[in-house]
């Protein structure tokens, strides 16, 4: 059974620093097309960042720079850091793998942006 268990949401204030971890059970990220993704209130969701299988991570115009995601293969998991974070940042995050038709998703942690 596959499983992704997303941590480490929270409160910051802007400007702050957060690091999400995604465990993955089930399969192995190092063959998954990985991702975070997230869903502002009355928002559709979005995608964050993403590494395919083999090649260079993309991100969203909004976070290029400021969130860059890892692939750690050795404990098999996903992690994002998030840098210099904004209130427009404020969301539940997802942690989501992929391949061909398969399509995994976490229950989400909440990241909330506030002074």
């Known amino acids: 059974q596959v499983q992704l268990v997303e941590s480490g949401g929270g409160l910051v204030q802007p400007g702050g620093s957060l690091r999400l971890s995604c465990a993955v059970s089930?399969?192995?990220?190092?063959?998954?097309?990985v991702g975070w993704y997230r869903q502002a209130p009355e928002k559709a969701r979005e995608l964050v960042a993403r590494i395919p299988v083999s090649g260079i991570a993309n991100y969203a115009d909004a976070v290029t720079g400021r969130f860059f995601i890892f692939r750690d293969g050795a404990k098999n998991m996903v992690l994002l850091q998030m840098n210099r974070l904004k209130p427009e940042d404020t969301a539940v995050y997802y942690c989501n793998s992929v391949l061909l038709e398969n399509e995994y998703w976490g229950q989400g942690t909440q990241v909330t942006i506030s002074s």
């Open positions: 089930g399969l192995s990220v190092r063959n998954y097309e």
